[in-house]
Every structure is written in structure tokens, then in C-alpha cells.
């Protein structure tokens, strides 16, 4: 069956999966630099912070922003109302949705490095959704930006707090959203 797809057989394949999943590993695994206090420009500190499980970015950057708005809620109770399982994770419409529902306020936009930053040093916490597949792959996250520097933006990102990210690096991975961005505040 392998010899259909891949030219001289099954070696071909292995050697196929076994870089892929190498490259996999790199990408999903880069190191990146943590946060120096003492470099940050702007910090929200008091965004509350959810470890993600597998695919449950969505539900943990969503719970941080509820809590922060003061609506209590653990990424367990978004995750059984809006994660997809066919998806293997959140459509960013239902987290709008679903903030929404909660009595926020909740818009989607294609936002910009300087708009980031304004919002950030006006208290806002944003959820950004960041590309960090390769090529035709596409390997989506959604991450709580809590704060920036003169060369990183800091993120509430999978399992990590206060997460320093290159500002270029977090550019050429959020360029490949379209710069997608959700701003939730409360209602007036």
C-alpha cells in the first residue's frame, strides 16, 4: 500500500514520518525565552492563569480573560459547552459566543502589533490566535497576551506563565491568523 504513495516502498515512508514528526517536535517544542521583570515595559499581572490540557488552548485563554472580568469559570466548564472534538479544538467564534453569553462584551478583529500594545497598557488582556505550523501545516493556538517589552510580547501560552516570545518570532506566527485577535471587556 505504501508503495502507491511513496516510490521505493516502505524505508521511503519511515524516513518521511520520522522527519516530520522531528520537525513537529521542533516546532511545538521551541524553547523561548522567559520573562526578566526587570525588562518589561507593560505587565498585566493579575490575569489569572489556566495550564492547558491537550487542545484545550481555547477554554484556558478564554477562563483567564472571564476570570479577570471577574466571571468565575474553569476552562473544564467552556471546554463541555465549546469544544469540537472533530475540530481537536475551538472555533474562534464560539469563544466570542461564548463570552458573550457570559455578559461581556466580545469583538474579533485583525488586530496590529501597536493596537496590541495600546490595549495591553490600558489593561486589556488579548487573546490572539498564532499559527506555528510550517508551510501548508497549520498547527493554530490561541494565547492570553498580558504584556510587552521592547523586543518580546508576553503570553499566558500552554502550560506557561508570563511567557517570553520574540516580538518577530510571535509576528511571523500571528501574521499567519491574519493578525486574528479577540478583545473582550466588560459591558458599559
Not at 47 to 56: G, N
Not at 63 to 87: D, F, K, M, Q, R
Not at 134 to 143: I, L
Amino acid at each position: 500500500m505504501s508503495r502507491r504513495f511513496f516510490p521505493g516502498g516502505a524505508s521511503k515512508w519511515r524516513r518521511f514520518s520520522l522527519i516530520f514528526a522531528a520537525l513537529s517536535c521542533l516546532s511545538s517544542c521551541a524553547a523561548s525565552p522567559h520573562l526578566n521583570r526587570s525588562q518589561s515595559s507593560h505587565l498585566i499581572e493579575k490575569v489569572p492563569f489556566f495550564p492547558q490540557e491537550i487542545y484545550q488552548c481555547g477554554p484556558a485563554s478564554l477562563a483567564g480573560v472571564l476570570n479577570y472580568w471577574g466571571i468565575p469559570v474553569t476552562p473544564e466548564e467552556i471546554a463541555s459547552e465549546i469544544y469540537s472534538p472533530s475540530a481537536k479544538g475551538t472555533l474562534n467564534i464560539d469563544m466570542v459566543l461564548y463570552a458573550e453569553k457570559k455578559g461581556l462584551k466580545a469583538e474579533f478583529y485583525q488586530g496590529s502589533v501597536n493596537d496590541l500594545k495600546n490595549k495591553i497598557d490600558s489593561g486589556f488582556p488579548l487573546i490572539v490566535m498564532v499559527d506555528y505550523g510550517f508551510g501548508m501545516v497549520r498547527q493554530n493556538h490561541f494565547m492570553v497576551v498580558v504584556g510587552h517589552d521592547k523586543n518580546s510580547i508576553i503570553a499566558n501560552s500552554g502550560r506557561e506563565r508570563l511567557k517570553a516570545i520574540s516580538l518577530k518570532g510571535f509576528i511571523n506566527s500571528w501574521k499567519r491568523t491574519k493578525f486574528w485577535t479577540l478583545w473582550i471587556t466588560p459591558r458599559s
